[in-house]
């Protein structure tokens, strides 16, 4: 087995115990969302209330969509509590990656074996990475199952586009994650770097569509390249995927130059 | 033929943190097969030393090479033939000894051919390497990190104070198995506190103080370097300062002296006794210990 291959291997060993009920807890919520969803012929009446809504918060809901059996089941892919699982799991697998390994002391077992700094960063990533496919699976899953349950006149195919989109927002939280991790020299100050990153993004995107000044900071968001709702309407956008990706490249061009040269 | 190269090779290897030297200008070379000791108090700069010497901090100045690779190159693969106990060892807590000793001989990437024979040594057991690690005493942990230093028969190993938390009878068979291990073509780098177990196992001694290298040499050398203390009972009442002349005389007791003698002139110090009343007179190498004090002081 390669380098790379065993450090997979101890990446997985070390991260399953958290990740398997997390797995289970977000098929869940998205099989649950299912089940709230209004069907079709629910969902005229809501159209009323459209045009009582302040169209901020209509913005913040994800627009028309929102109201209909499509955006409810979208908003479950933009609600908080998954977004929080995905942010513990990157946050998680991100800092124990470099500075958790170094503020424990372990660091000084796996470096000084023949294994490149490049590896140990690349391990890490990939079981972050392999991680967030799978939680993004579950919650696909989630969605797969409730529809096939409850014939509501869906299908789950268009929330595959929003799937792959939400695993390409957390591989970039990882990625970003990870540069903060081989900033850093413990696992304690990494995780608050990239919780308080993760939220403040988060909060920013809020404010920037709710308040029409703040707008033109959207872009500055990972979060604005994200959108659920208009994801299950016209797929994945290429500006946005080619966004994110291009956070993860530079992320982990950094990390690597930077590992490369620091002390352990 | 082609000259062996030195298993450790530093020329003016130097690192400085901020505004502090750490270590300065170490120049050493430790051949293929030596047991080579490395002494100094805190602080002097040992665990800098062997971080730098497995590649794991940067050097500010100067260059190391290990079994004749470039530590700071960009090829790993020297590494395979190197083990390491870190002075501060940090495990897995929830990893099993066998799983932790599993994964460190996969990423070294040769086989653990020599960890029955550690495990056997170090009286640990299959129910012991069963638990995991966070059920280990302190002493248990130091024997998983010798296992897992010495379990693929490197060509050179580093180990950083290595009997920490062994007990009497487990560090004697380690300083066996030390012993041994030149035989097998192992060289060892022992960094240590315990100056008596430096003495007992070591070739050759390297101090260190305040980041310089203050000494070098083998431990005998570095005894017979050190003056003799040399006690001198007397059987009538004798004026003490009769002696004075080979070295500062400390009164025991009546008629009992104790008095520092340089090696050349114990010589001399036995012909000027024979002319004395002397009842009894005992001549004693140095220790370890002395020349430590005597370095440090």
Known sequence: MTALGVL??????????????????????????????PAPED????????????????????????FSTRGVLAIGYGHPFPLILLSLWAVRVASGTIAGEIGRGTMDLLAV?????WHLLAGGYLVLVAGVVALVAAAWTGTALGLATRPIGESARPFAAVALMLALLFAAWGAIGTMVSVLRRDAGSAIAWTSGLIATSFVLDYLARMWTPMAPLRPFSLFAYYRPQALVISGISPPDAIALAAVVVVSLVVAAAVLRRRDL | MAAVPAAID?????????????????????????????????????????????????PSRGRALVLG???????????????????????WPTFSGQETVELLARLTGRPALWRAELVDCLKLSAADLKRPVAAYSDGMKQKLGIVQALQCAPRLVLLDEPTKGLDPL????????????????????????????????????????????????????????????????????????????????????????????????????????????????????????????????
């Open chain 1, 8 to 37: 997979l291997r101890y990446g997985w060993r070390r991260h399953r115990i958290p990740l398997l009920p997390m797995i289970g807890v977000i098929l869940a919520f998205e099989f649950v969302m299912t089940r709230m969803a």
């Open chain 1, 43 to 66: 969902v005229n009446w809501m159209t009323a209330l459209l045009s009582a809504v302040p169209s901020n918060l209509l913005q913040i809901a994800g627009g028309d969509i929102a």
């Open chain 1, 113 to 117: 074996r023949p294994v490149s700094r």
């Open chain 2, 10 to 58: 530093t020329h003016d290897l130097s690192k400085r943190y901020g505004r502090l030297d750490a270590l300065i200008d170490l120049s050493i070379q430790i051949d293929e097969g030596e047991i080579f000791g490395f002494l100094g108090p805190n602080g002097a700069g040992k665990t800098t030393t062997i971080r730098l010497l497995l590649g794991l901090l940067t």
């Open chain 2, 69 to 91: 690779h470039e530590v700071a190159g960009p090829d790993a693969s020297w590494r395979r033939e190197v083990g390491y106990l870190p002075g501060e060892l940090a495990l």
């Open chain 2, 170 to 297: 487990i560090q004697d068979a380690f300083y066996d198995l030390v012993r041994k291990l030149p035989g097998r073509g192992t060289t060892i780098f022992f960094s240590s506190h315990v100056l008596p177990e430096v003495e007992r196992v070591c070739d050759r001694v390297g101090m260190l103080r305040r980041g310089r290298l203050v000494n070098l040499g083998s431990v005998r050398e570095l005894r017979q370097s050190l003056p003799r203390r040399v006690t001198m009972v007397f059987a009538d009442d004798v004026d003490p300062s009769i002696v004075n002349a080979f070295g500062d005389v400390r009164i025991l007791g009546p008629r009992r002296v104790e008095l520092h003698v340089a090696a050349g002139q114990v010589r001399a110090l036995v012909a000027r006794a024979a002319s004395l009343p002397l009842e009894d007179l005992l001549i004693e190498a140095p220790s370890l210990e002395d020349a430590f004090r005597e370095l440090y002081r």
